[in-house]
């Protein structure tokens, strides 16, 4: 059975602070990594990772996949409130039936 | 670009009824739509995978009779949850693939039914 597991679930930190996020996977057929945000409603894309080692960068926000360890992490630095949210890792996977699959989420909340 | 719209946000209904909830593409064609089903704090779970014009692919452990699931147009999917129960009370999310589409980001999410059973 694929899945996706997200670790920490939860976590609470300061603005400014830098997060970590993990995301580890085992899944059948790979075919890339996805972070999503997601607020109130939708997840909101981030990233989407195929190849092992390349960083990707959208401001505060970077990640990266480790292919042959099978796992991403998702950097968040200087940290603001509005960064609070519940961060959704998927992964795509390939074949007759391409579908998504998620992790639970990890929420993170930044206090002021 | 690239909006997808649900409708109904928010429904409640007895148990024993039906309720219909749409998914719209609305400034694009989507080939493929797909149903996710999402309880607290729990991830995301694929429910059925819709194309248009054919019959829906079902994940492994949904009652396709129960979950009825219809992709008549190139811009509208619709999911029907027959004869509701408690246990069916969740947040629907659909999202849509851009027809040009070729990468996985060009998936966009619905904002989300939250569906209530009395």
């Known amino acids: 059975e694929d899945k996706v597991v997200q670790s920490p679930l939860s976590l609470v930190v300061h603005e400014g602070d830098t997060v970590t996020l993990n995301c580890s996977y085992e899944?059948?057929?790979?075919?890339?990594l996805l972070w999503y945000k997601q607020e109130k409603k939708a997840p909101t894309f981030l990233f989407m990772l195929t190849s092992s080692g390349i960083e990707k960068k959208s401001g505060r926000l970077s990640s990266i996949l480790d292919k042959k360890e099978l796992f991403s992490i998702l950097n968040i630095t200087a940290t603001q409130t509005g960064d609070s949210a519940v961060y959704l890792c998927?992964?795509?996977?390939?074949?007759?039936?391409?579908?998504?699959?998620f992790g639970k989420g990890m929420k993170l909340t930044v206090n002021p | 670009g690239a909006v997808v719209s649900q409708h109904p946000s928010r429904v409640i209904c007895k148990s024993g009824t039906s309720v219909k909830i749409e998914c719209r593409s609305l400034?694009?064609?989507?080939?493929?739509m797909f149903w996710y089903r999402q309880f607290p704090k729990k991830s995301l779970m694929l429910m059925a995978t819709?194309?248009?014009?054919?019959?829906?692919?079902?994940e492994q452990g949904v009652e396709k009779d129960k979950f009825l699931i219809n992709h008549a147009s190139l811009t509208l999917s619709t999911l029907t949850v027959t004869s509701a129960h408690p246990e069916d009370s969740s947040f629907y999310i659909c999202s849509a693939r851009d027809r040009t589409g070729r990468t996985y980001n060009e998936q966009f999410f619905g904002p989300g039914t939250r569906l209530t059973v009395l």
């Open positions: 400034d694009f064609q989507a080939t493929t």
């Open positions: 998927a992964v795509l996977t390939q074949g007759g039936s391409e579908k998504l699959v």
């Open positions: 899944v059948t057929n790979f075919r890339s």
């Open positions: 819709s194309n248009e014009g054919s019959k829906a692919t079902y």
